[in-house]
């Protein structure tokens, strides 16, 4: 029976692009992006079946925005605020338990 | 069928080179001499499988023998786009701002279970310090 079976696997990938400038009264605007993207096909061909399967995802993050203008360019951070403050709130449900755990041990100690 | 196969697997592996960048910019909008950016995050997300070929493995021999062009096949695919808002650029005459967009929703719903969670252990260490509860 004549058999193929292939299959490959992406590695994670994440590198910056720039997009299509954005020209706004006399100043250029170029968006920074991160992209992230991952995907896996795989196939198999036999003499009475043939299959195949994939999957894959694409994240785009902006990051910055380059302002060019006649003074110059000028590299402007775009955080996501959201994030930062969800991950405040993760580092403190970490780090409220161990305080109190110090504050047990230092009560008991008295 | 099998040239169909592989360019359905190419096409998949070729669409993370092709997912547009500029999609995460949104369009200008002028209000008043002030221009509005809404700028997003964007994920795309896709998936496929196809088939063809003899039901069973008991597939009798001169079934087997046929021709690959007279079985019959299917195949399914789906993918999904979401986009979250991240921040609103606004241009003036003066100069370019980024201003933040917070979920605020995401947020109070985290502030919550964080503050469940504190209650639990506040609630724990009062009780390990001043003695079990009878």
């Given at each position: 029976m004549d058999k193929k079976e292939g299959r490959l696997r992406g590695p994670m990938a994440s590198h910056l692009v720039e997009g299509q400038p954005i020209r706004v009264g006399g100043r250029e605007l170029v968006p920074v992006v991160r992209v992230t993207a991952r995907g896996q096909r795989r196939a198999h061909v036999g003499t009475n079946e043939l299959t195949g399967q994939g999957w894959g995802f694409v994240r785009l993050r902006p990051v910055a925005i380059l302002e060019r203008s006649a003074s110059g360019e000028r590299h402007i951070p775009i955080q996501d605020r959201t994030v930062q403050a969800l991950g405040g709130f993760l580092l403190a449900a970490f780090v409220i338990p161990l305080l109190l755990g110090v504050a047990v041990r230092l009560a008991r100690g008295r | 069928m099998e040239a169909k196969v592989q360019n359905l697997l190419d096409a998949l592996a070729d669409l993370r080179d092709t997912?547009?960048?500029?999609?995460?910019f949104g369009e200008p909008t002028t209000v008043e001499g002030r221009t509005v950016i809404p700028v997003a995050r964007v994920t795309y997300g896709f998936g496929m499988g196809i088939g063809r070929g003899?039901?069973?493995?008991?597939?009798d021999a001169e079934e087997a023998a046929q021709?690959?062009?007279e079985k019959e096949g299917s195949g399914a695919g789906g993918g999904v786009v979401t986009a979250h808002p991240l921040a609103v650029i606004e241009v003036t005459p003066e100069g370019t701002w980024v201003k933040p967009v917070i979920d605020e929703q995401k947020l109070a719903l985290a502030a919550g279970l964080l503050g469940a969670w504190v209650v639990v252990w506040l609630a724990r260490t009062l009780v390990r310090i001043f003695g079990q509860p009878r």
């Open positions: - | 997912a547009n960048v500029d999609a995460v003899t039901l069973s493995a008991e597939a021709d690959v062009a």
